[in-house]
């Protein structure tokens, strides 16, 4: 049963057999609106002109998903400790993520996503039908998928379309629950936060949130016995929280301290412009959510309040410490929250003046759609695309196929050639131990015993610069074999640099493409 205020549900008289009748067609106008807007999500995730590479993320989070699977399966030895890095469990949808690679290679990885960011739609209308009905609720559904920042989630093979979806449906049920029967369904709403925490720590910050709104919604006609289940919900999702970590991994701990409570600024950046991104990437969606707030401002503010805070309550964390990185994916959790009031706006005007305000509604969510077009096409291709850099390194790399690699960024290549290289035989410019010794000493010695069998630099690190500055100004057992050009949206911005030991002769293996010898 459907309510079209945030209040409790209208107990309705028994339906004659046409009411029933209609009843069920609109469910089916409802859901064939959905599946369009379902197919227009995966329209806009796999349209053309995207990076069809991996993003460094993603080859890293399939890679070590194909390891956890090794390892629970087969036993396999992880030396990379990743619940040790992690800004989500990597037992949980890095292991989903490897599977969908398994059998549709990056694109299937990525089809996961997608599913996800599907199934968070449908916990945004599920929950605009709760507080604002059927019709508004589908509009704010439709507002929600055309974000640039949840299309963006939908494409990339990485952990936050799979928190956004346990996020909605959290919301929704909680909701739902209080409408109809005073959050007794509160077990399920800290499962699914619980869920939402495992796939991406940050994603804990929503629960606060889903217990207010559920308080938000049932204060008028439950009081205190819903403040009560809402601390049910809390304190439900902490034990199971708990008990899952003591029982499947500790080590996850030092993840969640090193990736979000305790977390290092990785890309500094200054508040204002942070803000700056912020108003530009959803900056419409609010401004709409505000202005349909206002509309039901004097009856139910609790509620209105509570969707608004949650819409700022990711970003306003990023803004407060300074940190950019992730931001364009973060933005997309608060939208969940605000969409049922931007559908609701759209309801309210269709209604009003339907002459005058429907090519104004379409106009909106026309702007909106080119907005989130734009921008999720500037998202999906802000890396450089390794294509071009893969057959050289095969067969650099076949050259001394046992040797240890030194790669700049090497997360996409590792994945990607994964049934080439050992896992061990990676190390990266992020940080390396060798003979006892830390960081540019340890590059210098092995660097000096012809350790590694390939090296490929792009400057983009410190320790990538530093290595490259190391080979150009002294004497070592490496010599520059290939220059590949990077290329970012069609412009060259520079080239990955691939050096092996002098004594290697590539001939042998395979001549490298023209384009690419130094």
């Known amino acids: 049963m459907t309510t079209s205020t945030f209040a409790a549900p209208r107990t309705l008289p028994a339906a004659a057999p046409p009411s029933a009748w209609r009843r069920r067609l609109r469910a089916l106008v409802m859901f064939v609106c959905l599946a369009l807007i379902w197919t227009g999500q995966v329209a806009l995730a796999m349209r053309p002109g995207l990076n069809a590479t991996a993003f460094q993320d993603e080859g890293l989070y399939i890679f070590m998903g194909h390891r956890m699977i090794q390892h629970i399966s087969q036993g396999a030895f992880l030396q990379e400790y990743p619940g040790a890095y992690f800004s989500g469990a990597p037992g949980f949808y890095p292991i989903m993520a490897a599977i969908g690679d398994y059998f549709g290679g990056l694109q299937g990885a990525r089809t996961v996503s997608l599913g996800f960011a599907i199934l968070a739609t449908v916990g945004v209308y599920g929950l605009g039908n709760q507080l604002v009905g059927r019709v508004a609720g589908l509009l704010g559904a439709l507002a929600f998928a055309l974000c640039g920042s949840v299309i963006y989630q939908s494409h990339l093979a990485t952990f936050d379309s799979t928190t956004l979806a346990f996020i909605a449906l959290a919301a929704w049920l909680a909701v739902y629950s209080t409408n109809h029967d005073g959050l007794l369904w509160a077990p399920l709403v800290s499962a699914l936060l619980t869920l939402a925490f495992l796939a991406k720590y940050a994603g804990a910050a929503y629960a606060p949130v889903v217990a207010a709104l559920a308080v938000a919604v049932g204060w008028q006609r439950l009081r205190w016995t819903i403040v009560r289940r809402a601390a049910y919900v809390l304190v439900g999702g902490l034990v199971m929280g708990y008990f899952i970590i003591a029982l499947w991994g500790q080590d996850l701990i030092r993840g969640i301290q090193t990736t979000t409570t305790s977390r290092i600024v990785g890309i500094h950046a200054t508040r204002a412009h942070l803000i700056g991104q912020v108003i530009i990437w959803v900056g419409p969606w609010l401004a709409l959510a505000v202005l349909g707030g206002l509309f039901r401002l004097r009856r139910q503010w609790m509620v209105v309040v509570v969707l608004l805070a949650g819409s700022i309550i990711g970003p306003a964390q990023q803004i407060r410490i300074g940190e950019s990185t992730s931001l364009a994916k973060h933005v997309a959790f608060g939208i969940i929250f605000v969409a049922p009031l931007v559908g609701d706006l759209f309801r309210r005007a269709l209604r009003s003046r339907p002459v005058l305000t429907v090519p104004l509604v379409v106009g909106v969510i026309g702007v909106l759609c080119m907005h989130g077009v734009y921008f999720s096409g500037r998202f999906l291709t802000g890396w450089e695309p390794d294509n071009n850099l893969r057959p050289v390194l095969t067969t650099a790399i076949s050259a ?24 061990l035989q ?9 003979a006892g010794l ?14 590694f069998g390939v090296i490929y630099l ?41 050096y092996t030991p002098k004594v290697v002769n590539l001939a042998g293996q395979g001549d490298l493409p023209p384009a690419s010898r130094p």
């Open 400 to 423: 001394s196929p046992h040797k240890a690699i030194l790669g700049e960024r090497p997360s996409p290549q590792r994945y990607e050639l994964r049934n080439m290289v050992a896992p």
């Open 458 to 498: 792009s400057l983009t690190t410190p320790y990538g610069r530093y290595v490259h500055s190391y080979l150009t100004k002294h004497d070592t057992p490496y010599q520059l074999v290939a220059k590949v050009p990077r290329h970012l949206r069609g412009d060259v911005i520079g080239d990955w640099l691939i």
């Open 426 to 434: 990676w190390n990266d410019t992020f940080a390396f131990s060798y």
């Open 438 to 451: 830390e960081g540019p000493q340890a590059y210098r010695k092995a660097i000096d015993q012809s350790h």
